[in-house]
């Protein structure tokens, strides 16, 4: 009776297609059309998604962003293992809304900076904006998140130019 040496044909060959099913169904969802882009220089302007996403702060307009796996470094054909997405832009809301949003007591908006704003992103601000954010806004926009302590984001406001700023972390 011989004996074997190591795997089989058979085992080989499932292995093989375990492998690629689990590639082609990872690219498969990293590349959805909703889903981030890997390229962190381009700039998306689809309304959308945040429209989705960030429906609580009002009718969204004019909106500049980004949305990528901040975790992915020179990976063009396999997501991480881990995704943490972030989605940052600037959008516009209709006349008026960013100065009711801060009046509203039940937030209450201090004045504070968006920080590590993506240079490519920069133009698309107001140039003397004065940033109002709350953790009651924050938490309103985020909604609760699918796992504790994955979302993450902050928002801010500049009531003159009714103007939104986002920074988050796997919003849903």
């Not at 996403?53 to 063009?76: I, T």
């Not at 900076?113 to 107001?126: K, N, Q, S, T, Y």
């Amino acid at each position: 009776m011989k004996r074997s040496r190591g795997p089989s044909r058979r085992a080989w060959l499932s292995l093989g297609i375990g492998v690629a099913a689990a590639a082609a169904v990872g690219g498969t969802v990293y590349a959805s059309a909703d889903g981030p882009v890997p390229d962190r220089e381009r700039v998306r302007t689809d309304l959308a998604p945040l429209r989705r996403r960030f429906g609580e702060a009002g009718r969204l307009g004019g909106a500049h962003w980004l949305a990528y796996d901040r975790d992915a470094k020179d990976r063009e054909y396999l997501p991480s293992p881990d995704p943490r997405y972030r989605v940052v832009g600037v959008a516009r809301l209709p006349a008026g809304t960013a100065a009711r949003t801060v009046a509203d007591p039940a937030h209450a908006f201090g004045p504070a900076a968006p920080r590590g704003v993506p240079d490519v992103l920069a133009e698309f601000l107001p140039a003397h904006a004065r940033w109002m954010a709350s953790a009651s806004y924050d938490a309103l926009l985020m909604g609760p998140g699918p796992v504790e302590g994955l979302t993450k984001g902050r928002f801010f406001l500049d009531a003159a130019t009714d103007t939104l700023y986002f920074d988050t972390v796997n919003p849903h």
